[in-house]
């Protein structure tokens, strides 16, 4: 156990009726890990006083320093700044800087504050506001008996900004003690996380301090390689590049990189535009696509041909393809492409035709997709079964379209 | 709170690394909510046997009934059983059963009972087992002080199918005892959080067992009602009713229904077509829409018009317009409705442009997006400007375009 004890503390009725999942603790956890300073113990509880206020004096006695979220918004169940100051002992004050920015924020966005986002501005006595850019409720740090605790505001945008602008630069000072730790996170897709744990077995290092994880994101699989120790540096970079080696092409991007960049720095390396004819995934593909920040440079735009009246109409497949081998079929997925190539005049086009279900054609079963790729040289298809729900289906279909397009371009 | 006091413990240290997302806990907590059991706490800690052991033990002394998962694996970090036996002060079992089950589960699969599997069928004394039909580790059930611990292992697959089979039926004869509790979820959009929490002030049934609480899901604000009482029922139908006729065409659903769900439920009222045309969005509004099986009923298709030239030639806005008012204005906003809506040939066409950022165009704000609605009867459009992150504006730009046609088509 780490020499820094660590916990955090998540309150809102939200996350014990099980309508949101948290995901900004594990993020968290994770970041801290990488500093060396693990999280040993983490607690959830209702928007609740007593309870609240016990299970922060319980956090104080135990452990040196506590994140607590949530609870801090501007309607009458947000208690966290009351249950602090209750715990420390203190009383509460306005905080006139908290409020003006506040105020300054809604007007900027035409709102007019109301009697409610007052309360947003009490913070405990004693306490020290950090100020948050990116919401209304405030961050702020206070200490409770010996120990340091950090508020921050439960929205995930917020929590994780505040947290590794404010919070993480002020903890890792802390872990100088703390072993020596590296590590790459190796994101991957087209292979199961089975195929994935094989491929890495015995890789070097694995007897000197390297250890690997796997987290399964679908469509991505992720591989995290961690290296402890005073090598930790050489250990991981010898054992990331015989991974690449071993991974080629199935390893898309490490660490941060979306599967959404890495399509697109594939496109600006060749200097090439992209068309996208849509079915199933109506728009999906060319919204991912577009997610990363100057995504105009290559994405020209795409057709959502539903309907098969526009698959006909708009984008010109030709109604005796259609007639003779049904929409979802590799010869109107090839069509697509083409068409869309063809009429929005890009270098390259991918198009994806199928059934994301629930209902069937009488055809294909649910999860057929056929996704197709035109490029300058010619026009390529295939055809995928995806399992699961709609939402799955369609999430599937998206990468694979695209990921086609990727593949291509980098053997190419 | 209610009356049996249901708490949940997770072990893992990869519950505490960042390296898995919990997402059973939410589950059964959204179960045992159904069945009037609230849980109240939720505690993970590392596989530590000396924190595990105390951990179990201020359970017993503050909760009624524990649901701890994890650790019941065969590798030597497995530590629950264990500390089960040492939290009641009673001894380790062999169960012939467990291992024989083991053994007849592993040969099934050709596969030969290592010394490490031993360890599974090593149980507390006075345990009750409950057969895992679905793995290798045990359930079982065990009295620690006055409380009931259920004991599950942590893989997901295991852990919902035991949840679901063998603690849930346990566990919902407990509930007819609690005290009556109906619940409501009012989804809503276009309110911030704190207008919401304004205007549902003062609701009747306040001072009868009726809660409110908030919840942001963004661009989304949710107020869930919550009645407890022999008259839980029609408390809660006053409030609705009242809640909504306050809040009128602000909240688009209720309960588990979606927002893309309500605008294709407008859609079907008038036996209406729809066509988008998108920019900034690249075709997540549409995409959006055909979350929602059965959508091709009025979803025809969509065009995503990200480049200036295939907003002139794929959609046909005019060039002088685009020259004059540059593509991010509501003229163009209009003309982009208005084509897609003559072009498509549907009865309503939506359309929207804007600046996602991080870069601006000079003229405008990042964040600023204007939306169109073309309909029979002619055209509207609207300006707005959104804050935060790129993923942000898109997704509050996808939302505001499908939002102007629900008010409108629920309007007309």
């Known amino acids: 156990m780490s020499e820094v004890r660590i916990e955090l503390i998540a309150t809102g009725d939200e996350l014990l009726n099980g309508s949101v999942v948290d995901t900004n603790s594990p993020w968290l956890m994770g970041q801290l890990e990488g500093l060396g300073l693990p999280v040993w113990r983490k607690t959830m509880v209702r928007d609740d006083r007593p309870v609240l206020v016990e299970t922060l004096r319980a956090a104080a006695s135990r452990s040196d320093v506590i994140v607590v979220s949530g609870g801090l918004g501007p309607t009458s169940d947000d208690v966290t700044a009351e249950c602090a100051a209750e715990a420390a002992q203190v009383g509460l004050r306005f905080d006139d800087g908290v409020y003006a920015a506040l105020e300054a924020r809604m007007r900027a966005r035409g709102l007019s504050v109301s009697p409610n986002n007052r309360r947003q501005a009490m913070v405990p006595e004693g306490a020290q506001v950090i100020p948050n850019r990116h919401g209304t409720a ?54 199961a996380e089975s195929a994935l744990d094989q491929k890495l077995a015995q890789l070097p290092g694995l007897q000197s ?32 590049a015989e991974a690449r080696r071993r991974l080629g092409l ?63 109409e708009l984008l010109g497949v030709p109604a005796e393809l259609l007639a003779e081998h049904g929409a979802v079929s590799l010869q109107v997925a090839e069509s697509m492409a083409t068409q869309a190539r063809g009429r929005l005049r890009s270098d390259y086009a991918v198009a994806c035709t199928g059934l994301a279900g629930p209902e069937g054609d009488g055809r294909h079963p649910v999860g057929t997709v056929m996704t197709a790729l035109a490029t300058p040289s010619g026009v390529t298809s295939r055809r995928h079964l995806f399992t699961g729900d709609r939402e799955r289906i369609r999430e599937y279909a998206a990468y694979a379209t695209l990921d086609a397009l990727r593949r291509s371009l980098l053997t190419s």
Do not use: W
């Open 138 to 191: 405030p961050m702020f740090e206070l200490r409770i008996q010996q120990a340091r605790f950090f508020f921050l505001p439960g929205v995930p945008r917020e929590y994780l900004a505040l947290a590794a602008e404010e919070l993480l630069p002020r903890l890792s000072g802390l872990a100088s003690a703390a072993p020596q730790r590296r590590t790459r996170l190796l994101r991957c897709y087209g292979l």
């Open 209 to 240: 301090g390297l250890s690997i994880a796997y987290r399964t994101t679908l469509p991505e699989n992720h591989a995290k390689l961690t290296a402890t120790g005073p090598d930790a540096e050489s250990v991981l970079s010898v054992a990331v």
């Open 250 to 312: 199935d390893c898309f991007a490490e660490d941060g990189a979306t599967f959404s960049e890495a399509v697109g720095q594939a496109l600006l390396r060749k200097g090439a535009s992209l068309a996208l004819a849509e079915s199933l995934t109506a728009g999906r593909a060319a919204a991912l696509l577009a997610e990363t920040p100057g995504s105009s440079r290559y994405l020209l735009g795409g057709v959502v041909v539903y309907s098969e009246t526009l698959k006909r």
